[in-house]
């Protein structure tokens, strides 16, 4: 099956730092990325669509500013948490969609577990 | 807004079917997902099937759709140790939005 990378798998930094994740489909182009954040013993909470070359879509209640969300080529797509907060620690997932619209297969990343200390 | 809801926890023995359930409430969805996570991992995508299709048969994993209900169920025979697991429904419109359930963590017991 197709393959979606993500890096690092866990990361653990100071508050006030950022931190970037990269998301990588290795196998396939993907022209939407997704960003999820899953916070213990929870559901995925989508909190942006990323499309190679445009501006990502963001949730409501997510912070652009807090979340920068770049999607440079159509097998990357990257997630700065800027300025870190304890209360960003949480469990980030990738995914990229082979296809297009609701046909297209979802392939997630490992995760990028953040903990800010 | 769209809802998905599925049941916490499941608990089988090893050898038994296990059976998890999920209900959503968008009837313009298209398409329908199981994925399964396991511990400090992404998702990984069991199966998926249409919305004009009531059944789906892939070896040990049967998915049955009653779309009147919206209801949607994962059947796993024969359930080993290593299906313990997380395991999310999903489902996904017209659009690239989808709306992933709570998660049912299934324990498989020896």
């Known amino acids: 099956g197709a393959v979606v990378s993500q890096h690092p798998s866990w990361v653990i930094c100071k508050s006030g730092t950022s931190v970037k994740i990269e998301c990588r489909s290795l196998d396939f182009q993907a022209t939407t990325m997704f960003w999820y954040r899953q916070f213990p013993k929870q559901s995925l909470m989508l909190m942006a669509t990323?499309?190679?070359?445009?501006?990502?879509?963001?949730e409501q209640g997510v912070e652009k500013d807090k979340f920068l969300i770049n999607h440079a080529s159509l097998t990357l797509s990257t997630l700065t948490v800027t300025s870190a907060h304890p209360e960003d620690s949480s469990f980030y997932i990738c995914?990229?969609?082979?296809?297009?619209?609701?046909?297209?297969?979802?392939?997630f990343g490992e995760g990028s577990r953040l903990t800010v200390l | 807004g769209e809802d998905v809801e599925q049941s916490l926890f499941l608990s089988v023995r090893e050898g038994d079917s296990s059976v998890i359930n999920c209900t959503y409430t968008?009837?313009?969805?298209?398409?329908l997902y199981w994925y399964k996570q396991e511990p400090g991992a992404g998702l990984q995508l069991l199966t998926y099937?249409?919305?004009?299709?009531d059944m789906k048969q892939d070896q040990r994993l049967t998915v049955l759709l009653n779309k009147k209900d919206k209801h949607l169920s994962l059947r796993i025979a024969d359930t080993q140790t290593g299906d313990s697991a997380i395991y999310f429904c999903a489902v996904a419109s017209g659009t690239y939005k989808y709306i992933f359930g709570t998660g049912t963590r299934l324990k498989v017991l020896a």
């Open positions: 099937i249409f919305s004009n299709m």
């Open positions: 990323s499309n190679e070359g445009s501006k990502a879509t963001y």
């Open positions: 995914s990229a969609q082979r296809g297009p619209g609701a046909a297209g297969e979802l392939f």
């Open positions: 968008d009837s313009s969805s298209t398409y």
